[in-house]
């Protein structure tokens, strides 16, 4: 009965193994050796803003691993921005989890080298004083132009709303 199972086992594990093994960017990333990217961050929904995190950390690492290096932007604007600051007082209070999560993410992708900028005029729209950014946060005087700078200078834009 243990040798069926382990039989089973290693079937299944072969042929998703197999099943990944066909996936990949290759005619994408053709010829590249760096690839530079934007990320512009507006997502309101706290759940949403974590999974975009988790895939856009996905996205740095199956980019190192197919031999590109990344050099990343992520720009915050709209209500994304209540989720990146010192405390909890812009946002619900079921929604601490999350931005603490967040504070996670963003020390993470500021270890891994990631430009982490925040919109002036969104944190002046939704009344959020700069001082109470994470540290890991550049304030920009105004997101838009900064999207239209990176992307003049090459950079790819990814949209995260």
């Given at each position: 009965?243990?040798?069926?199972?382990?039989?089973s086992i290693?079937?299944?594990?072969t042929?998703t193994m197999?099943?990944?093994?066909?996936?990949?960017?290759?005619k994408?990333?053709?010829?590249?050796?760096s690839?530079?990217?934007v990320?512009?961050v507006?997502?309101?929904?706290?759940?949403l803003?974590l999974?975009?995190?988790?895939?856009l950390?996905t996205t740095?690492?199956?980019?190192?691993?197919?031999?590109?290096?990344?050099?990343?932007?992520?720009?915050?604007r709209?209500?994304a921005s209540?989720?990146?600051?010192?405390?909890?007082?812009?946002?619900?209070?079921?929604?601490?989890k999350?931005?603490?999560?967040?504070?996670g993410w963003?020390e993470?992708?500021?270890?891994?080298?990631f430009?982490?900028?925040q919109?002036?005029i969104?944190?002046?729209?939704?009344?959020?004083?700069?001082?109470?950014?994470l540290?890991?946060?550049?304030?920009?005087?105004n997101?838009y132009?900064?999207l239209i700078?990176?992307?003049?200078?090459?950079?790819a834009?990814?949209?995260m709303?």
């Amino acid at each position: 009965m243990k040798k069926i199972i382990y039989i089973s086992i290693c079937l299944i594990l072969t042929s998703t193994m197999v099943f990944a093994a066909q996936f990949n960017n290759d005619k994408a990333l053709k010829g590249l050796s760096s690839i530079k990217i934007v990320c512009d961050v507006n997502v309101g929904d706290p759940d949403l803003l974590l999974t975009r995190m988790y895939f856009l950390d996905t996205t740095y690492s199956q980019l190192l691993d197919a031999g590109v290096k990344p050099t990343i932007v992520v720009a915050f604007r709209g209500k994304a921005s209540l989720f990146i600051t010192k405390n909890d007082k812009y946002i619900k209070a079921e929604q601490r989890k999350q931005r603490l999560e967040m504070k996670g993410w963003l020390e993470h992708f500021k270890e891994l080298g990631f430009t982490i900028e925040q919109c002036y005029i969104a944190a002046k729209s939704y009344k959020i004083d700069t001082k109470d950014f994470l540290p890991q946060v550049n304030i920009v005087e105004n997101g838009y132009i900064s999207l239209i700078g990176y992307q003049s200078q090459g950079y790819a834009f990814l949209p995260m709303d």
